[in-house]
């Protein structure tokens, strides 16, 4: 284990991660058979989830990258979302998958979803790799998901506390964030 500022507990292994990882692939390659994939990486925490979901997608992708703020405290969301980096390829008529780290009160994909379909893409579909179940507000049809928990605050693999620990391998919980 890295050097760490908090006390962590760990949630999913590096391994568990991978494994997981490469299931969704198989079931993206499956269920797009081969059409091709725009894919929207959800900055920044689902850089490091992207970067591995894609080498197990055996489908023509390409990768595009938003950045959203939402406002709020530093461990939960307000509603209120606004673009701080916006895509850049076009992706009218394309098969639209988000790829996102965490689920939590779901406002942030609710603004995503309704924001991308202005472009009319042939279809928009969300993978996300933690669904934190306790604390949604609207729902959001998520299509694919790696793992699923109630609550806690999480990080490693891609996700921060305050821009920390985005480095870890593995997903680890916040004992007292
Ligand atoms: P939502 O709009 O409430 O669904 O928030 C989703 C966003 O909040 C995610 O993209 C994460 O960046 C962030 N977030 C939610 N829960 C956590 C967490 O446990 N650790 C780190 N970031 C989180
Ligand atoms: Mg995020």
Redesign the pocket.
Known sequence: MKAAMHELRLLFSEEEIAKRVAELGRQITEDYKEEPIYVCC?LK??FMFTADLIRHIDCPVRVDFIR?A?YGSS???SGE?KITKDVELPFKDCHVLIV??????????EFLVNRLKLHEPKSVKICALMD?RA?REVEVPVDYIGFSFDD????GYG???AEYYRDLPGIYIVENP
């Open positions: 959800i925490g689902a959203l939402s461990t939960s969301t979302v996102e780290d965490i689920v939590d009160t779901g406002f942030t994909l934190k604390r806690g605050f999480v990080v996700v921060d506390y």
